[in-house]
């Protein structure tokens, strides 16, 4: 009786590992990719994450190459999505910063860049 209880013991343990190590809103991709260069300044920034997010105390933050921030400070988010509009902020290194708050009340942070120009 005792061996049969033992052998059901390590599928239970990899549930709950599994199930633990999703319990955040990661950044699965966006929109412009992470590193990438585009020719001109995009008119948004859209983030995925890999869980549904609170509106409320999810944020972006957008700056140029000269430090100004060029989003218009105001995220909105649909789901597992975060977007941001930009104003024209010209060529050069643009920084991304996020901070999420899932629905499961976990918060995750990160940043990023691209490039704009030739």
Request: hydrophobic content about 35%; charged content about 15%; overall charge positive.
């Amino acid at each position: 009786m005792r061996r049969a209880s033992l052998i059901g013991l390590p599928p239970l343990m990899l549930l709950l590992a599994t199930g633990s190590a999703q319990a955040h809103a990661f950044l699965d991709h966006a929109e412009p990719r992470v590193g990438n260069k585009v020719a001109s300044p995009p008119r948004e920034v859209t983030l995925w994450f890999t869980q549904k997010l609170e509106s409320a105390f999810s944020s972006i933050t957008v700056t140029n190459a000269a430090g100004e921030r060029v989003d218009s400070g105001k995220p909105r988010v649909s789901g597992n999505r975060m977007s941001v509009s930009l104003r024209p902020g010209g060529s050069g290194t643009y920084h991304v910063t996020w901070r999420v708050l899932s629905v499961d009340t976990h918060t995750t942070d990160g940043s990023f860049t691209f490039q704009v120009g030739q």
